[in-house]
């Protein structure tokens, strides 16, 4: 989020001349109309907005979007994001990655991008899959995931991207699908916050996963397997008929069922975003006992990267004469005389 | 290198009984400070108006155990009254800390050459450490040279004995008694010294004082001499120096202001992002204290963050740079690519050391040429640059952020371990003596019909740099191949022919930006030309020197821009009848040379860390001459110009 | 490429009336099924004998938006009676399945060509997507070529309307129904696709069934000839081959086979660490279904994990092998560094596709030599092989094989887009013909007193490989520089010229190991010499060959052993008057040989993604012979080798 | 751990012949020191023990265990150690990294390395410097950390070694330091886990970061600062006279005060080594107003990942003979006649 004076603009404002080379009907169409929806929303300005992002079907996002576009080598799209930022911080940067690009070569900046604390958006398309190259597993496929490199099924236990980002050091969570109705609003919360805000966004691969998150997504399945999550509201799923409690014996989560909306004798946690124990469960909560946590799961700002070291850079500056003649002549000197 | 070229030149060699010139190496264990000695000897050196270069060695070891062999930490200074660009062959004098840096310096002394011992050190268990069977101050094994043996360490810790430190902490004084002496015997000013010692220590003033006390006690122990025998001391005059202010400057102090200079010529803000890995470092360390010249220095986690964090600065508009060595510079090479696919501009500083692999961090070698020039997947050309001495590398870095800057174009500065940790005396420049090339950026759409065109070329085929933020600009770009003009993807053939035709032609096209060819020393056409770059310009200069004194025809070239080469240069490398390429490496260079050229380019290889002597590169052209069947190039006589040791000069 | 060149050399240039070979590209959308198509196509051409080799050409795009011209995919197949050893320059017959198809491929054509294309295509949405103005099969806009334009698209959802499948499925078959056309055509047994049909539908029948329905309407099409014109049936004879078994085989499947055949002959298990890359991911998707081979194959989560993990392997005492196409090798070189000094075997496969950076990830180059045999830190030789066309790619992967295992150094096998995906026909080899290269591993002790030296060298210069787990050899190795024999850390300057001087003469001995290089085409010297490597091999095969039936004295030498060069190659070089290097890059080759030989080999620079056109090396040679000044080479004439049209062999 | 057949060995069968080349005083040596003590203690077999390491003082390592080594580049001993562990699965390898060696280069390599739980012991020296360069701030250095890199103090948000191992899935984590008593049994706990074993121990870099740790490692801190944890035991420490227990109202981590030994009543929580949600409160309690914890913090083993690939390996290979005529006349075929 910037201190930026907001314009006005639609959703066409936001549209390239690029034509858009997804497949039919993969879940990246979704993400990109509700971004383009969402930034007029919150008054953004294409010419400084930059969207950064690395290689994969996820990573084309920036051609289709009517702003400043990087789209760079496969996994670094934080470093390049760094240097934007450190260069002008009034630019905002929004980061768009995939669970390869993201989670697999570029898991080691996705970490430290989100442990300094960079002020911008990383946007990870989760579709389970590579899907540029053809549909190999990614690091978060589920085991047993047949794939052309694993045709008898992967053995390597996933990565969870949120919970990764909050070992990380994250300071906001969050947790959307490519065509769930909130994703704007999760957008605009990343936005509002003030630092790295690390939204995973589960995508549809029609091609090489398809209906991958049907089990959560599917009109059927939503209700009971989607646990949206508000600030300040209790924990309900299944149209307010179950919960999630702290079960302590345990210590550990637990569903629990709330019998006429009394949520609270049945020991409904109130969710406080600013929580990070209860992140850490949310976000590790295995989905199938327990609902797939969506919305903002963790959101409690620190400082931010470009702040700290910008205004060191400043401090440093403070009534210093940038004077190139005196900086050479540094350290002991001697004259020679004619 | 104080001096320039061609006056050396021409300046006869003069055989009198005063030596033109005076090599000293101090060594000692990493503990014992020699690092700070030969720094303040250099200044000491320095303020006396002698030229000279100096060659710090020192181990990989951050603090090696006392008394080992790889814990022996070395600085070698050549000094005197005539032009001086190499650190020196053999050493004249030898100060030897402990068992440990006798043995593994001792054979580099010439014969005949001084060695001062503290016998202190010289214990049963540093000899076993050293790996001696018998003690050889007393052995007779040293018998070639002058030995000057005594207990330095007693007399220092007599000397600071007033103010009451421990005995480790005394003995920590013995390097400033050495430097007294070292002062004595060069006659030289001690105040410069205890200022420093007094600023440096200004909140523990009893070891200044200390400090002070050693190093008037090693002074007075020369004046007194109270032993007779090799030690004299020794006068040498100024060298003839161009008028001016001068200060010392090392490889990495002159990259990171070169960069500054460069920065502000462009008149950009510089972002540096970096990875520390010797010798590199040092460039980070210096740059991060200059943010008052709009210098932002970020230390990435790793070499491929670094220079990605760089190109993503550039694409904001300012000037990413980026710096390592060749295991870094390995990692980079992807990110590389997309600076070039992108066109933006970014400095790429290689501090090349002692490969492959982890190889050597702490030697020096300039065997990342060919990774700096075709190092890349694609066909990915781009400027390389290399320095030839510390104070060249000012020059150089200012030159490589023009051109990266003129031509949007990442540019590669090359430097090495030795230009980068040896000092020489540097005229202080003067900042309005540069051109400057203030960096221009697109505001305005530069297309017919209101369109925006962010790959159209100009004559130069340079594309626009256009800065996020800017107004109606909006565009993408990208490491995919992009259509004329408009920077779209298109994978068409002809398109990815033209723009592969476009990038090459761009970067060619620098060579006619950048200074013709000259001839550092000798004749622009004759039988043999030695064709160097980089850190050894010092030894072919003075081996070309001492050879055209004997009457060989032959002449120095050296080339700073490695790539695209000077447009000057194969007529020029056709004009002699041989050539030869010294390089630390396995020949390099030379594969550019006869790529470009088909020239007979012949190598002359050397690579075990350390810089080339002067007498090697003497030698093989000498070998030259004496290869050609009529000698037409003159006979090869004793060694005159070579430098009389100081036993020599004093017997 | 299934007859011995020199056959086909001496074989005389027939200038009958039935043509040698055809060429027939089938283009449609990504969604059309054409890669399918050409395949089975390609299938039924090698069992009717014929000699064939193939191109596929697709998008980046995983399936771009249907109808446009980004998402048109291509394969083209060039077959005949005689040696093909190209995928042919112009097609003779375009199978054009949209406007897409036919605006992106119709420039191609022969002038005079045969275009198939399907109206129900051509409609008003269709034809704006491809950018067109007006409908070309109606305004006459391809008046140049013959055309052959009915509604494929409604002859096909007829065909297959008594199986119920919906109006999407059922168009899905018009692939087998031009199949079915082009089988026709060229006069061929529908069976085999058939049974390809019924096994692959194995589960949906009703799917098979509409499908071969389809194909058998296609065909009947043809035969019951309802229009007349330019459709006619064309029969090329069976090739003459050596006799055996046969199969077809892509560069990508080829190298897979090499790799485990190599594996096999030093009796080692392999590890295969790799990370998805095109067009190097089919080799790890291979790899992984012949576990039964002792093949382990990894995915590691990036390119620099993936050698890692090789030289990991290696160092416990398998094969490491470790795959990536340019991006993705840029980011290993580090990594191979460490390869190098700690003088383990290891198999690098690069698979190169257009760059610089991303590039054009679908296309093909050869633009990764440089980095191949020039791109890491320090002084870092590793050998180098190009396979030349998909079958050589085996013999070349075992031979990558052998001499990792034989010289314990890290190879690189460079293969490219087209060889990876192109498909020839492949006489099934008989892996008894090979000599096993059984891999050694050191069980004791090598050293005198009972000392273990696990850098001794052998007359080879080859230290021993010794596996952890082997009692009593305990040991550590690392990227440090070493001490002879031993192996200890050790930075002394003897020792690290030493080292690089071994490790320099190990690698340049492989020369000794391996075949003097031959004269592909033609004679030993003479006035030029065409000198290639890797893919280019068919068109400067066919090139040459065509310029000397017109009488010029030029041969073809095809490298394979591109570092270290075979150690006659520089004498045979100089016994030609003129050296023309055609590559698929700006010249890297040229440099290497220029380097090497100091020879003026001139280079013919193609980078567009596509592979050479016969007729571009044809017309460079023509020119090099025009340009001797008394036409010493012959009077270039019109080109009567050149392939007729389909269509002018039927009127 | 492997199903080795346990040998006789004394410390002294683990020393090399090579000089030892850290700072006389570092931490390294205690640490080489408590090892080489422990192999014996283990029954570990030095012909079949490999040390993985990467660059760094601490990559150093291997050079002075007597067993089979190899010292790699910088950041990438995870992948070497994978390749390794996948060729051999009986030997026994520990990988030796550095803060900077594994949590800022080789972030990545450490973070898919315990994802897929290759099984290893992982010992990460955290001197919270580098030392190898002399002294530049790392991504563990504390915020302020004066260095040559940043003269000003550093301003980046460190990364905590044990919260980045869990978020990346890590079914063991232990911490300990150099010189503690417990380092060994620290080890042998880690050496028992089947999977990645992640180790993180506090390094004393006495010339670039000296006494860094002092606030918990010196005598007179010890007690009170450092919480020792063991399985099915009370969360205690200063004596007994404090504890650990779960706040209800935040859902999160208090100390309290132990009154006459009485824990029970005190709500301290008794540390079950199987509690990943506590484990990820106990790693990221802000040092200050809580202990350091020490020990096994969290111990839940699962499938290793060479067990996974070995064995679909083998099932692919059961019945199979590997017939390599077979294999290259595969797919359709046809006879040329002679
Ligand atoms: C250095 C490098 N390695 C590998 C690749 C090939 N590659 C391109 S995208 C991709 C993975 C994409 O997966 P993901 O990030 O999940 O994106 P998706 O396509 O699924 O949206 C890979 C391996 C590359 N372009 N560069
Ligand atoms: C590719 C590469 N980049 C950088 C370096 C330089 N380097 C060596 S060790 C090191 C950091 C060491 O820090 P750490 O891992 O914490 O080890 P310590 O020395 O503190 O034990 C660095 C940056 C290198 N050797 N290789
Ligand atoms: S391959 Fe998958 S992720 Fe990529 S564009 Fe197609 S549907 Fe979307
Ligand atoms: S620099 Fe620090 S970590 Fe390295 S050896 Fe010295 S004390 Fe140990
Ligand atoms: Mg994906
Ligand atoms: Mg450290």
Redesign the pocket.
């Known amino acids: 989020m910037n201190e930026m004076t907001t314009i006005t603009t639609t959703l066409k404002d936001w549209e390239t001349d690029q034509e858009v080379r997804?497949?039919p009907?993969?879940?990246?169409y979704a993400i990109l109309k509700a971004v383009q929806r969402t930034l007029p929303e919150i008054g953004a300005d294409p010419a400084n907005t930059v969207f950064v992002s690395g290689i994969g079907?996820?990573s084309r996002f920036p051609y289709y979007v009517e702003s400043y576009g990087f789209h760079t080598i496969h996994g670094r799209a934080p470093a390049f994001a760094t240097g934007i930022k450190l260069s002008n911080p009034e630019l905002d940067v929004w980061l768009i990655t995939g669970d390869g690009d993201g989670m697999s070569i570029g898991g080691n900046h996705t970490m430290h991008v989100i442990r300094r604390n960079l002020n911008c958006q990383i946007m990870l398309f989760n579709?389970e899959?590579y899907?540029?190259t053809k549909g190999q597993y990614s690091p978060t496929s589920r085991v047993g995931t047949s794939s052309p490199s694993t045709p008898m099924g992967s053995v390597d236990r996933p990565a969870l991207p949120c919970a990764f980002a909050l070992g990380s050091g994250a300071r906001f969570i969050a947790r959307a699908y490519d065509v769930s109705k909130d994703l704007s609003g999760v957008l605009k919360a990343a936005h509002a916050h003030k630092g790295a805000a690390f939204i995973e966004i589960f995508?549809?691969?029609?091609?090489?996963?398809k209906d991958r998150f049907d089990d959560f997504t599917a009109k059927a399945n939503a209700a009971g397997n989607q646990l949206w999550l508000t600030n300040g509201e209790p924990m309900l799923f299944n149209k307010g008929t179950q919960g999630i409690a702290l079960d302590q014996e345990s210590l550990t989560l637990k569903v629990v069922d709330v019998i006429d909306g009394d949520w609270q004798s049945a020991g409904v946690i109130v969710h406080d975003v600013t929580n990070r124990s209860v992140a850490h469960m949310l976000v590790e909560m295995p989905f199938g006992p327990f609902p797939m946590a969506l919305g903002v799961i963790y959101d409690d700002p620190r400082p931010t990267y470009e702040e700290s070291v910008l205004g060191q850079d400043a401090k440093a500056r403070e009534g210093k004469v940038a004077d190139l003649g005196k900086l050479l002549a540094k350290g002991q000197t001697w004259t020679v005389g004619e | 290198m104080a001096s320039s070229v061609a006056a050396a030149d021409t300046a006869p060699i003069t055989h009198t009984d005063a030596p033109e010139a005076v090599v000293v190496r101090f060594a000692g264990d990493s503990g014992d400070g020699m690092q700070l000695t030969g720094g303040q000897f250099t200044l000491s050196t320095a303020l006396a108006g002698n030229d000279l270069a100096t060659f710090p060695d020192f181990p990989a070891e951050i603090r090696a155990p006392q008394g080992t062999l790889f814990g022996v930490s070395a600085f070698q200074i050549n000094f005197g009254s005539t032009d001086i660009s190499t650190a020196g062959d053999a050493p004249d004098v030898l100060v030897a800390m402990n068992p440990a840096a006798l043995k593994t310096n001792v054979e580099a002394l010439k014969p005949g050459g001084l060695i001062i011992a503290d016998t202190g050190e010289f214990t049963k268990r540093n000899l076993e450490k050293a790996k001696y069977d018998s003690n050889p101050i007393e052995d007779g094994s040293l018998s070639k040279w002058d030995l000057l043996a005594f207990d330095i360490s007693a007399l220092t810790i007599e000397a600071v004995k007033p103010f009451g430190l421990g005995n480790k902490e005394a003995l920590r004084c013995k390097n400033m008694w050495t430097l007294g002496l070292a002062l004595w015997m060069f006659d030289r000013d001690r105040q410069p010294i205890v200022d420093w010692l007094n600023s440096k220590f200004a909140k523990k003033p009893e070891i200044a004082e200390a400090n002070i006390a050693a190093l008037n006690a090693g002074h007075a122990y020369g004046e007194t001499a109270e032993i007779a025998g090799p030690l004299r001391k020794l006068h040498l005059d100024p060298v003839q120096q161009t008028p001016g202010l001068y200060r010392t400057i090392t490889g990495a102090e002159a990259v990171s202001l070169g960069l500054v200079a460069g920065a502000q010529l462009a008149g950009l803000q510089m972002f540096f992002g970096g990875y520390p890995i010797t010798p590199a470092s040092a460039i980070l360390h210096n740059l991060t204290k200059m943010k008052e010249f709009g210098v932002t220095t970020f230390q990435a986690e790793d070499e491929i963050a670094a220079i990605c964090s760089a190109i993503g600065a550039s694409y904001a508009g300012h000037l990413g740079v980026t710096s390592s060595s060749g295991p870094g510079i390995a990692l980079k090479g992807e990110a590389m690519g997309l600076a070039v696919m992108t066109e933006l501009p970014l400095v790429i500083v290689n501090s090349q050391r002692g490969g492959p692999s982890t190889g050597l961090p702490t030697k020096t070698e300039q065997s990342d040429l060919y990774q700096a020039i075709y190092g890349r997947n694609g066909d990915t050309p781009l400027p390389v640059i290399a320095a030839r001495s510390p104070s060249d590398a000012f020059e150089c870095a200012i030159e490589a952020c023009r051109i990266a800057v003129q031509f949007m174009t990442p540019v590669m500065l090359l430097t090495d371990g030795y230009i980068g940790n040896a000092a020489e005396p540097w005229k202080v420049p003067d900042p309005n003596d540069y051109d400057p090339f203030p960096a221009k950026f697109l505001t305005e759409k530069n297309g017919p019909d209101d369109t925006l065109l962010p790959y159209k070329r100009d004559g130069h085929g340079v594309r626009p740099w256009i800065k996020p933020g800017t107004p109606g600009l909006m565009h993408r770009i990208g490491g995919i191949e992009k259509a004329i003009d408009t920077g779209n993807l298109d994978y068409a053939p002809t398109t990815h022919q033209a723009q592969t035709d476009a990038r090459k032609a761009k970067v060619d096209g620098v060579a006619n930006a950048v200074p013709l060819q000259d001839v550092s020393l000798g004749n622009t056409s004759g039988k043999l030309a030695v064709v160097g770059w980089g850190s050894t310009f010092g030894p072919i200069h003075q081996a070309v020197r001492r050879a055209r004194a004997k009457g060989m025809d032959v002449s120095h070239i050296h080339v700073r821009h490695v790539w695209p080469l000077p447009r000057n240069l194969g007529d020029l490398l056709r004009s002699y009848k041989k050539i030869l390429v010294p390089e630390m490496n396995t020949g390099q260079f030379k594969t550019v040379l006869r790529d470009q050229f088909l020239v007979d380019a012949q190598p002359l290889n050397k690579v075990s860390g350390q810089p080339f002597a002067i007498a090697e590169i003497e030698a093989a052209i000498a070998a030259f001459f004496d290869n050609i069947p009529d000698n037409e190039g003159g006979e090869v006589e004793p060694n005159r110009s070579q430098l009389p040791s100081v036993k020599a000069e004093n017997q």
Do not use: A, E
């Open positions: 997804w497949c009907g993969c879940g990246d079907c996820s579709n899959i899907g540029l995508q549809n691969c029609i091609v090489y996963n």
